[in-house]
């Protein structure tokens, strides 16, 4: 951390900034310029916070040197992180594609979807039985029952299940049924769901907030680790911008940029992040050959009629050709799919 | 609702929207022009979902008219609300002011600010028990200790306190001790927490998301009316933008927007929506003279010590300056403080 | 300016770098904490550039710790500019109040509002004669015929006029007729225009661009500075965001932080902030209460002929009626109106 | 174009709107609704202007139903445009990389540069003589003497030039030098200037604004369109958002939707969007998979000496080792490269 203090700052609040960081175990080296002084804190290997130090009388502000991640980062952990899930394995040199509808609405719809996109080579199931809705009067989801009816397809498939949970006290209920426990973009700081599912023993699918930045969601990951769960892959679906003709801004650099910063897998929605399923073949190229470990993926048999997000499902047959034409661009940067 | 078809849309397309449309008994009217056909939807009175419609072959797009907030709204509630707390009523012609600090630290701190804030002036004393934070390493707050403190400055001073409330499981305990439950910016739409305070037996003060529209502010709010509670205080605190010298930028216009489109009272967050103690005085008289019910403001007694956004909160003396200023301003539009 | 090296940046690295900034004539303090060195530069009085350091091998970043702006800061000048126009005094206790027509359209249309205007205790007439607009298929203004109605308007009325100017070669022409030259939001960073109205012998009316931050404003009021014209009045209209309700976003909080920052006079235009001129009321309030100097108001006689921009232009009554509920609002933060 | 009257509207204030619209040579569809009536209007095949119609009295507001752009649009204009200077072809099936300094620093750093790119397979040279720069206190570009310098370049290699454009003014003086005229982000509502380019006999690269959307992208071309020229080239280089770890945000769903919406080619500058180098690679490899007809890549044979912009410019072997690395994911979607 740096201390920027105040144009005209006195010696003895300079002094008393020097003397509250000793307190910490820090050292301090003043730097006296002709405007400014500045103090340069040397830490004592923990994360500081800076929020006393610029309270202090004199201050202008403080500047952070170090990530305030830590369990998160490629720096602590430089290796990539492989999470296993059933036999399927996220952040390897094999990319993972998980697809499903947006909400589970009836067995029929569900084990018709799963058959079909286990045949185009998906290898994760994703459907929503607890349901974010904008308004109190839109479809909620089948609950309890969505789940039972995702383990039958998983049964009937082989393919691992990723759903949504969307409080810390149906996290049981949720790890009973499912493989990965997603964490939705409205949750990302919601911070007893955090908690809740850094404690539970599944892997979970942490979505990047639609106006969160991405140290904002790697500090989302760092408490689900700190809680002990290890298994943590990061989902960039878009974030929310001035423009309105996609539904969101997928944030393509961010794939690049949380490999970099991070060892977690990330996967990328270009379903939510475009909300136009004519879109979303061409992000999702974009996203692979961008370098994300996989990608997840809105399909349902008969999007007119879906009961939420239809707009942005592909049919099966259209998603079986995306999945075609995304081999050669996997093959390309040196994954396969 | 309006649906816009596609250009060359053919009859067949056009009469299984107008079929669907119909089936849910409402009317319809066509408006075909030489490169669109427009369906107008008549409606049953009943807010539509546009989603089914947009997913159906040949159309382009839907347009909503009618807001999909209606118990929060205007139209359908002409009257303002006042909600009454142990006899201070806000959304009356007397303005209401909350401060105190942003996270309850010790008795100390504690009583010695609700002292300074009733003697300046405020009639609602806030202070978090429970507080979420970016960062697992720093600072959660006293948790059950804290609300204890709350309940005893209010038994010293007879101030009602608000609260923010973070899990749907915490709501009944919350409820013990606090006047008013605060819902946070980060938990606007945590549905199952606005489930809960919808049931709770108490006033919510809920605050504007960082990402979320005003429209989507009131649809939250509608979450809540429709779970039965009626007294929902809307609280506007900023929005993340592109701008970085404030912490978040205050959108004032949505103060005198939220009174036209809804009778519920509209307070407004200087501290959280500048960061900055210097900037909460002039932001605070915009408020007051943009129409705002009331205002909700940091106070800290040793805001260098502040175990949390100590940047933002103002020390007593100041806390008494700006509601000495802001007196004449309430006059200037009508109202008193 | 500080610099971060690096994690394992090596020795050779930092001599580089600390021998690049002692060629600039600058001094350098080495702070080797465990996990980065940083290097503190102590400056020569003139801003640097931290572009060259920034590239150099090993460096990770630079943080700026003086602000960029010197000639429009307030450390720099410390007292408030007070920018006389033909007797107007922007800047000064009284505030200033420009009204007037988006576009000039016609002699009836521009002489009516500025009776109308003057009546009600404004100040400066403003009127567009060369339009920005977004369409090429919408009007454009009456380009020189609209310069000589705002001409004849000054005469009749004795108010300065305040006009935009869109295109260095067209300064000339228009300091022929203009008292203020108004650089518009899309053209702050024009930086060819900023030459050429900072070489003119004219006040400058300098808008925040839409999607620019406090910063990039103030250093394009540094441009003119800079080209010799001191007489710069800045005007906050609004920013860029996701909300759609309203036209753009009014950064209130950027009154008291440009007057912080900067010595210029500040003014503020609610009818292009909000594009509602329901909303034009209360937000002026508020700036008049957040302590700016000014405001800038769309006055149109009969706003549903308006040529552009009527949907948020005031009736020359309702304009006078807002007028008288202001005083109250100057007088209460000790300015007159 | 639809009306939407306000609750309430009386049947003269529909009457009044309802002649207006007829007086323009439109008809007319009247829904009457329970809580509103809605007006359809069917259009006379001209842009129509919803601003007469949002300012009388009784209406809430107005809703487009075609597209604003008309010159630039797909549905007018089928089939893609193929931009053809000296040669090479932008927006055919084989992509078109440009590449460059930021800015042209002298011969020798020119020539280096040209001659490394065009080794490496680009088509198109990239250079600025006129640099549009924040501080007027960084280094504005070499003007003219940059321009003969990028002529000799070509002269040397072959490769055309692409070069900025700032002022209206110097459109015939970089005419003079240079095969593609470019339009910078700053400058894209730059009316004026849109204007010379559009009457210039040179291809131009129209920049999107970090404030623009996509539909005010297309009407900027459309203003160049519509003074005729045609050979317009659309480049996505990233837009503002409150994300700061990049420079900006690239918007890559922009790039297949502007393919939808228009038959103009598309490239994408990797080097603004993100800022750093590093990121310039996986980048450009999601832009070809999405669909992009070409790239413009900054590069610099020392970015740590160059005087602007250094820090997203790579070095000519990185930027050979980008263009083999892309050779494969342009074949992967169809395209060469």
Redesign the interface.
Known sequence: M?V?MK?GATKSQIANVTARIEQWGCRV?L??????T?I?V??N???L?R??I????GVERT?P??R?FKLASR?FHPRDTVVSVNGVKVGDQQMVVMAGPCAVESRDQLLETARAIEDAGAQVLRGGAFK????????QGLGEKGLRLLAEAREETGLPVVTEV????LVPLVTTYADILQVGA??M????LLHAVGEAQRPVLLKR????????LL?AA??IL?HGNDRVILCERG????????RN?????????LK?LSHLPVVVDPSH??GKW??VE??S???????ADGLIIEVHPH?????????Q?LKPARFAALMR?LR??A???GRTL
């Open positions: 740096i920027v144009q080296h730097s006296e310029g002709e405007e400014r500045i340069g040397i830490g290997g923990r994360p916070d929020g006393p610029e309270r202090m009388t500047v040197i170090l305030p720096e974010p809705r904008t308004s109190p009067y839109s479809f969307m409080e810390p006290q409205r949750n700081q919601n911070y007893a907030g639609m106006m969160s930045t991405v140290e904002e500090m760092e408490y700190s974030i929310r911008t001035f423009e309105q003709y996609t801004t997928l944030d393509i650099s961010a794939v690049p940029l970099q992040a475009t004519e879109l061409p992000v190229r974009a996203a692979v050959a961008a370098g999007p007119e009629k879906a009961l939420s997000d239809g707009a499902s034409g050669p661009v093959e390309a940067v």
